[in-house]
């Protein structure tokens, strides 16, 4: 069990850019989510997948982000014509599911922090 | 829908000294609440969690949290905080199936030697 990873650590992109990040979770975890956390602030939820399906999408995800999860395993995250406001850390965290106690518990990666200049 | 406030986005303390820190919460539905910590340059890792049964919980580090019904409120303390516990912390809820997860802004803790 190596954790939650994030790939990049950090992107810097220009205004208009698309970007891409990746997220693997933990091998066994079944539910996979996104969130964004800008400073002085929680984690904001933006989406989540149970396996492959994505079962909720925030408001706050405009038509220009997108998330994928195609093979239940890996997450990707991406945002079209980048916007200053969209600089933040972007965090994934996985959960094997309910049923049990631990079933709850999210652990969240390293995050990706995204400055758009 | 759910939201939760946490009512103090700083809380400097002494070493060895008690420490509370307050959440409360809103939602309509049953609920799960959780306590998260960030130390610096680290990523989010659980504290504890309440899901049903007792409502003091024990988690790790020390730290305990009450979960009150009718005061919406799951409050965390420790008896005694060290340096090390410096960070922040974040009080989160969630429906009953453990999806959406609202989580709170955050009270940085600081303790002084």
């Known amino acids: 069990d190596t954790g939650v990873s994030q790939n990049p650590r950090h992107k810097i992109t220009k205004r208009g850019q698309n970007v891409t990040f990746r997220c693997d979770p933990i091998?066994?975890?079944?539910?996979l989510y996104w969130y964004r956390q800008t400073l002085g602030q929680g984690p904001e939820f933006l989406t989540y997948?149970?396996?492959?399906?994505?079962?909720?999408k925030s408001r706050l995800l405009s038509d220009r982000f997108s998330a994928e999860r195609p093979k239940g395993s890996f997450s990707t995250l991406e945002i079209q014509r980048t916007e200053q406001g969209d600089s933040a850390m972007y965090l994934c965290?996985?959960?094997?599911?309910?049923?049990?106690?631990?079933?709850?518990?999210?652990?969240f990666g390293p995050g990706t922090r995204l400055t758009v200049t | 829908a759910q939201s939760v406030t946490q009512l103090d986005s700083q809380v400097p303390v002494f070493e060895e000294a008690p420490v509370e820190l307050r959440c409360n919460y809103s939602?309509?539905?049953?609920?799960?609440l959780f306590w998260y910590v960030q130390y610096p340059n680290q990523g989010l890792q659980l504290l504890l969690k309440?899901?049903?049964?007792?409502?003091l919980v024990k988690g790790i580090n020390g730290f305990e949290a009450e979960f009150n019904k009718s005061q919406t409120s799951f409050h965390l303390r420790k008896p005694s905080v060290h340096i090390s516990d410096t960070a922040e912390y974040f009080c989160?809820?969630?429906?009953?199936?453990?999806?959406?997860?609202?989580f709170g802004a955050g009270t940085r803790l600081f303790v002084k030697a």
């Open positions: 091998s066994e975890h079944n539910r």
């Open positions: 965290a996985s959960s094997s599911g309910g049923g049990t106690q631990d079933g709850y518990e999210q652990y």
């Open positions: 309440y899901l049903s049964g007792s409502t």
């Open positions: 939602s309509s539905v049953s609920v799960y």
């Open positions: 989160a809820v969630s429906d009953t199936g453990g999806f959406k997860t609202i």
């Open positions: 997948f149970q396996n492959e399906a994505q079962l909720e």
